[in-house]
Structure formats: structure tokens, C-alpha cells
């Protein structure tokens, strides 16, 4: 991290926990880089505090904040403004602060579709896509592939309730886009799965070394690509047996590390210089699979 002295800008990260955070290490490098006098810190603001939380670094001036888990649905009513694409989704993962507005964002989205095209060459456009899973992360995979222009996404989750209430909640602001949901059941379909073109993981399935039951890859079309958002571990039971079958797979750190990029942006006005947050997570001992 950048010497700390009186013209530091500050920036950093809320969440609770966060010390398992790699932004700090990402953001920090990208700063050095570009020799700006900049800083990124942890905070661990427990949920009943984030209100004093957001005021005190708003009083304190710092450049803006990421926000993670629990805090991004919670954090919206405390904020200004919040851009469309947060507004859509529900849910923000990063704030600036310019003249005293608190304004909220959220590039997750932006981070899973560069991860796509970077890391599987993937392009959503007129494509078929199954989501893993109903929660905050697979709200914004849904709205990215739809607004990128994805044919079809169906919302596989454990309570197709909760599938079906995110559909209901995106489908008329997304008409271009069959949206559809359905229980986790339909995953030991050959036929379901042999359907997409994508299968994206937006649960914590796999961070145990667990895997989604009935759930197999062999034997479908070679076609099908495999994006999950876990990356710790680096290869998950899922992307494992993606690999084994001669699918493309790719794991999270992509898109942790091209979120991270487009935050960067907002609260600096320039570009990170390209490879710098990813490598600076790989010597962290973190790195995508080839």
C-alpha cells in the first residue's frame, strides 16, 4: 500500500466480514501503478451500524467505498442517487462521493460479461443462458445477459419461488429476453442442459467443495461453456468436472477482478493499467484457471 501522508485520498471496502477481501490488494496495486496518492481500506461494519457507517465516511470525504455482503440491498435508501443499473437490480456494490452526493452503482454486471468474453469468449447476444441460483449476485447476471442482448436466461434455484420472484420482478423491464424459472431438479435433465448455451453458478456452491446434486456434465454438447462466480478454491467441484468433460470454464476472479476495474474508473476517472489487478490477485496466491 502507498505511503499514507496528509494529501492521501481514501477509499475502501464495507462489509462483515471483509477480511477475506482480495479489493484492498487489487486496488492498491492499480494505485501504485499509476502513482496516485490514493489508498484502499478494509471495514468491517456490522449490519446495525451501517447507517453510522455511511455517514461517518461520508463527513470523513473519502473518494467512495465498495459494498459487499450483507450490506448492498441495505446501503440503497442511504444513498443520494443510485445509477440505472443499480436501480435495476436492487442492489449496489460501489459508491462515489463528489460534492457530498453519495451516489450508488453497481458493476457486477459489467464484471460477469468482460469475465465472459475475456476468460470463455463468450458473447450473450441472441444466446441461451442458465443462471444457478436466485439471490442479489444472480439478479445482476440476469439483468447483464439480458441487457447484453441473451435470447433466453432461465433462473434455476432451490425454491422456485424465489426464482420465480426474481423473474417477475425483471420481465417487463427486460421484454427483449425469454425469462423463465425453475427448480434445481431440471439440472439432472440432459436434454434442459444440452438447451443453453452458458450455465453460471451465482451461488456459494462449491466454496465447501460441494456440488449441486444431479447436476452432470458428461455426454452434453462440447458447445457449452461454465462460469462460476466462486473463486476460492480456484477450481471448484463444478468447474472440475466441466474441465474433465472438454468444457470451457472459467472461475470468479475474472469477474471480481473486472469489477473492481470499472470502480476504479468511476472514482478516478482513468482506466487501471490492463493485467495489474489480476496479477496483483494471482501473487495474493489467488488466480483464474486457464
Partial sequence: ????????TLTGIIGFPVSHSLSPVMHNAAFAALGLEWAYLPFAVAPQRLGQAVAGLSALGVAGFNVTIPHKVAIVPLLDRISPEAELIGAVNTVALRDGVLTGFNTDGIGLLAALSGKLGFC??????????????????????????AARVDVANRSQEKGGALVRSLAQRLPGTGLCAHSLERLAEPSYLNSFDLIVNTTSVGMAGDSFPGLELSGL??????????????????????????????????????????????????????????????????????
Fill in 1 to 8: 500500500m502507498p505511503a499514507i501522508t496528509g494529501k492521501t
Fill in 124 to 149: 450473450a447476444r441472441g444466446r441461451s443462458v442458465l443462471v444457478l441460483g436466485a439471490g442479489g449476485a444472480a439478479r445482476s447476471a440476469v439483468a447483464a445477459l439480458a441487457g447484453a442482448g
Fill in 221 to 290: 454438447k462440447r458447445e457449452l461453456a461454465v462460469y462460476d462466480m466462486v473463486y476460492a478454491p480456484p477450481v471448484t467441484p463444478l468447474l472440475a468436472r466441466a474441465r474433465a468433460c472438454g468444457l470451457a470454464a472459467a472461475n470468479g476472479i475474472g469477474m471480481l477482478v473486472a469489477q473492481g476495474e470499472a470502480a476504479f474508473a468511476i472514482w478516478t476517472g482513468v482506466a487501471p493499467p490492463e493485467g495489474c489487478m489480476e496479477q496483483a490477485v494471482g501473487a495474493a496466491g489467488q488466480a483464474g484457471i486457464p
